[in-house]
């Protein structure tokens, strides 16, 4: 059975930074895209960043994220990490770790697989 296992939740100020992993297991092969999302109550389940299972320049991010967050992949090691810094309360949401072998543009839809959700709280 493929699983997805998110760590590196937990509470910070606001402009302080958080790291996500995310590991699978249960899969042999490499999963054709990675990404993260997050929920916050109230709101649909938001796409923040997604990541190409080649080269570094396959990597996606929100508009609301774009030089704050960092995606990187380790295909070896079967894990997505997600850093995440100058957070505000607005990044405050439960992040999901998300896995699909579909062919998606910027790695942005059509998720397949995903892990329980780790929450990050900001405070101001």
């Known amino acids: 059975q493929v699983q997805l296992v998110e760590s590196g939740g937990g509470s910070v100020q606001a402009g302080g930074s958080l790291r996500l992993s995310c590991v699978v297991s249960?899969?042999?092969?490499?999963?054709?895209?990675m990404a993260w999302f997050r929920q916050a109550p109230g709101t649909e389940r938001e796409w923040v960043a997604g990541?190409?299972?080649?080269?570094?320049?396959?990597?996606f991010y929100a508009d609301f994220v774009k030089g704050r967050f960092t995606i990187s992949r380790d295909n070896d090691k079967k894990l997505v990490d997600l850093q995440m810094n100058s957070l505000t309360p607005e990044d405050s949401a439960v992040y999901y770790c998300?896995?699909?072998?579909?062919?998606?543009?910027?790695?942005?839809?059509?998720?397949?697989?995903w892990g329980q959700g780790t929450q990050v709280t900001v405070s101001s």
């Open positions: 998300a896995a699909t072998n579909a062919v998606t543009a910027h790695c942005r839809n059509n998720y397949t697989t």
């Open positions: 249960g899969y042999t092969g490499t999963f054709r895209c």
């Open positions: 990541a190409l299972y080649t080269g570094r320049g396959t990597r």
